[in-house]
T-cell receptor, first 113, second 114 residues
Framework: EAQVTQNPRYLITVTGKKLTVTCSQN?????MSWYRQDPGLGLRQIYY???????DKGDVPEGYKVSRKEKRNFPLILESPSPNQTSLYFC????????????FGPGTRLTVL | GENVEQHPSTLSVQEGDSAVIKCTYS??????FPWYKQELGKRPQLIID?????GEKKDQRIAVTLNKTAKHFSLHITETQPEDSAVYFC?????????????FGKGTHLIIQP
């Protein structure tokens, strides 16, 4: 089944404790992206990647890191999480290099205390 | 960067009536405009999109119109049904280093009244 998966789905952590949210797609998509969703603010793009080892900043990249060492995986790294990073995070992928139909993962609910 | 404004934030319509959601964007270089629907507790899903070389696109009860001169685009849903109740997001592309990014509007909560 073609899909985008994320892990964990729910995470509660404390300020400053490094964490990684994994994202994987099995559709051989070139483009992968991370978004955060906050009430009243909609979806905001954090980082995106057009290919292995190629990443670009989205609208809200501060406090986040990403890597794209393999085509199928695109982890989101929070080196020193803070409470303002409490949010719902979505990973997405699409086939082409242009912004195209994006397939979203199920979301990760992160709470930073 | 790109800035996308979406209105209204909440829209309540009677079942069977039409609903219109409007978005404006700032970057004249944007060339891709998708609309996503998000049901409660679910992930966003693409419902329709339009590229800058066309002015209108339809898919059954859903249509999108684009006015590049005015930099605005709209989602039209006709004969609304209870299952249309959801949050709808518009988005516009922007040019990154190699591929396009997407800037989303803040969303419209569409409520279909029985």
């Amino acid at each position: 089944e073609a899909q985008v998966t994320q892990n964990p789905r729910y995470l509660i952590t404390v300020t400053g404790k490094k964490l990684t949210v994994t994202c994987s797609q099995n559709m051989n998509h070139e483009y992968m992206s991370w978004y955060r969703q906050d009430p009243g603010l909609g979806l905001r793009q954090i980082y995106y990647s057009m290919n292995v080892e190629v990443t670009d900043k989205g609208d809200v990249p501060e406090g986040y890191k990403v890597s794209r060492k393999e085509k199928r995986n695109f982890p989101l790294i929070l080196e020193s999480p803070s409470p303002n990073q409490t949010s719902l995070y979505f990973c997405a992928s699409s086939l082409g290099l242009r912004a195209d139909t994006q397939y979203f993962g199920p979301g990760t609910r992160l709470t930073v205390l | 960067g790109e800035n996308v404004e979406q209105h209204p934030s909440t829209l309540s319509v009677q079942e069977g009536d039409s609903a219109v959601i409007k978005c404006t964007y700032s970057d004249s270089a944007s060339n891709y405009f998708p609309w996503y629907k998000q049901e409660l507790g679910k992930r966003p899903q693409l419902i329709i999109d339009i590229r800058s070389n066309v002015g209108e696109k339809k898919d059954q009860r859903i249509a999108v119109t684009l006015n590049k001169t005015a930099k605005h685009f709209s989602l039209h849903i006709t004969e609304t049904q209870p299952e249309d109740s959801a949050v709808y997001f518009c988005a516009a592309s922007f040019k990154g280093g190699g591929a396009d990014g997407l800037t989303f509007g803040k969303g419209t909560h569409l409520i279909i009244q029985p």
